[in-house]
């Protein structure tokens, strides 16, 4: 079995900051990219951010030069680290892994954290 659990949520004023943090436990080899993705209500699920194993990183335009990727393969973890939060920013946002189980990288979620800016 293999679990992925986001922490970090809350709400949080304009301006503001927060930091997410999600962990990968069980049985598990090895993890590949690592995502946040988020989901606000009424419109689709979107990808905010990745991170290889390697450290190379990607964003959603809307979030670049405000929100920071980051992981520790060691403890399997991922982070985000958002500043200069807007109203837009709020959604539900999820951890999802790419992890080597059973023989093949399979894609996991976590439940999701929710994330409110006020304005």
């Known amino acids: 079995q293999v679990q992925v659990v986001e922490s970090g949520g809350g709400l949080v004023q304009a301006g503001g900051s927060l930091r997410l943090s999600c962990a990968a436990s069980?049985?598990?080899?090895?993890?590949?990219?690592m995502y946040w993705h988020r989901q606000a209500p009424g419109k689709q699920r979107e990808l905010v951010a990745s991170i290889t194993s390697g450290g190379y990183t990607t964003y959603a335009d809307s979030v670049k030069g405000r929100f920071t990727i980051s992981r520790d393969n060691a403890k399997r973890t991922v982070g985000l680290q958002m500043n200069s939060l807007k109203p837009e920013d709020t959604a539900v946002y999820y951890c999802?892994?790419?992890?080597?189980?059973?023989?093949?990288?399979?894609?996991?979620w976590g439940q999701g954290t929710q994330v409110t800016v006020s304005s």
């Open positions: 999802n892994a790419d992890v080597w189980h059973m023989g093949a990288y399979r894609n996991y």
């Open positions: 069980g049985s598990i080899l090895s993890i590949n990219t």
